[in-house]
């Protein structure tokens, strides 16, 4: 008898953005828009063979409190021009760009992301995300956003109604006509859409690319966004922070797929994470530590906590007692995040953990705010990596390294080899595309 075949990981590369997971007081942090900076993790990133490079996006400079929020990244290059660049100083790996759906039109971004796909020879992929608040919208000309009961806010025109994610999945099924327009033997055809957000009809003026269509990735959570990826996406973008989440995250999307007609293996699951290591578990332990403590400085620790409680804070001290009133629902002081729960159930949850364990403010945030995280040594990480993907909690990971640029070379250095030993990860590209890299078929033909 044979053994049974190593269920193969997959991995990509985020660059880190405009969060508070990298470290900008290490000497080691380099720029975050110098295209050397973009180079060095994509190069990186396809020497440890990964499928691909991944960038975020940011259409809005953030606020606190009526200011440019200075502990962020103060802006951030367009994502498909640089990887446009990037694929003419790579070879085989992945280039995916995150890309509004509400505040950008189907033609010209099919457009853009069909011309990636023929300059890379196969490697684009679109992460598709969808914002609902109008401090965004109000960077557009329409002025107007879709808010997230559906209800259309716009400034000075009617636009019709619906929520983000049904403009987005419209988006996602027009993309793919227009790129379905050109026959596989090189002939264009007219396209005519007629839909709730969108009524076009013309010619479009890219041949079918390499891949056929872009992979699609989904980055969310919420059971609107689980089952919008499950109906048009090739891989989801998601976070969990326990290994048992993960495999209920992981049955319940992977559950959902038999209703659009598609296997388990057409959608993969790869949460974002990081990792820290060391030459022993502790001494990744003591490192960890240290990062946290410089991710959350005294000031961030504060800001984080008026995120959630929409007030100005700034006369707590870090190292004393959560605030004991309450949030403020819906409040403005902080602009351009997402956020995530309701306030004073977020607020309630904290306080708890503070209390039950004697933690400050900025104790409560360390331990509150951090991401899954891998830490340990480069035989004890690539062993954890292994369970998640083997055991059904996840199918890769797409690794967030908290410095920029290098922060992703001890992972291909000490734990990829590692993984390639145990025959979980790949030695060498099989194929050229990204959709061979992540196991997936070119799209069916239709037009």
């Avoid at 790996?93 to 196969?122: C, I």
């Avoid at 992977?254 to 994470?273: H, N, Q, S, W």
């Avoid at 595309?433 to 069916?444: D, I, N």
Wanted: aromatic share 8%; net charge negative.
């Amino acid at each position: 008898m044979t053994a049974p075949t190593q269920k193969q990981m997959h991995l990509a590369a985020h660059f880190p953005g405009v969060n508070n997971t990298t470290v900008w007081s290490d000497p080691r942090s380099k720029s975050q828009i110098d295209f050397s900076s973009f180079e060095h993790l994509a190069r990186t990133a396809e020497r440890g063979r990964f499928d691909f490079f991944f960038l975020a996006e940011g259409l809005r400079l953030r606020e606190h409190n009526g200011r440019i929020h200075d502990l962020d990244v103060v802006g951030r290059p367009e994502s498909l021009t640089v990887l446009s660049a990037l694929a003419a100083v790579t070879d085989r790996l992945g280039l995916a760009a995150t890309v509004n759906a509400t505040f950008n039109e189907p033609y010209e971004l099919a457009r853009r992301l069909a011309t990636l796909d023929h300059l890379s020879a196969g490697r684009a992929a679109w992460n598709v995300v969808t914002s609902s608040d109008a401090f965004t919208g109000e960077n557009f000309r329409r002025g107007g956003y879709l808010d997230r009961a559906g209800l259309p806010q716009v400034l000075g025109s009617a636009r019709t109604g619906g929520t983000p994610y049904t403009r987005a999945a419209e988006f996602v099924a027009t993309a793919r006509e227009l790129w379905d327009t050109w026959t596989p033997d090189g002939t264009p055809r007219p396209f005519r859409h007629h839909g709730q957000h969108f009524t076009i009809e013309g010619e479009f003026t890219v041949p079918r690319s390499p891949q056929g269509h872009p992979v699609v990735i989904q980055a969310g959570d919420s059971g609107e966004g689980r089952e919008f990826a499950a109906s048009a996406a090739d891989v989801i973008f998601t976070r969990h922070g326990t290994l048992e989440a993960g495999r209920t995250f992981y049955a319940d999307v992977k559950a959902r797929l038999a209703k659009y007609g598609r296997e388990p293996d057409e959608l993969k699951i790869m949460p974002g994470v990081t990792f820290v290591l060391g030459d022993s578990d502790a001494e990744a332990q003591e490192r960890a530590a240290e990062i946290r403590l410089q991710q959350i400085s005294p000031q961030n620790a504060i800001l984080a906590l008026e995120q959630i409680w929409g007030r100005d804070l700034s006369s707590y001290d870090p190292d004393g007692p959560l605030p004991e009133i309450d949030p403020v629902p819906d409040s403005t002081l902080v602009q351009g995040r997402v956020r995530t729960g309701d306030q004073l159930e977020v607020a309630a949850r904290w306080r708890a953990l503070s209390q039950a364990k004697g933690l400050s403010i900025r104790q409560t945030v360390i331990e509150t705010t951090g991401r899954q995280s891998f830490i340990g040594s480069p035989e004890t990480v690539a062993a954890e990596l292994i369970e998640f993907v083997s055991t059904d909690a996840a199918d890769g990971f797409i690794l967030v390294p908290h410095l920029t640029p290098g922060g992703l070379d001890d992972f291909v250095d000490r734990v990829v080899p590692l993984l390639q030993e145990r025959g979980a990860f790949r030695s060498e590209y099989a194929g050229s595309t990204l959709r061979s890299h992540l196991g997936l078929t070119e799209p069916v033909w239709k037009g």
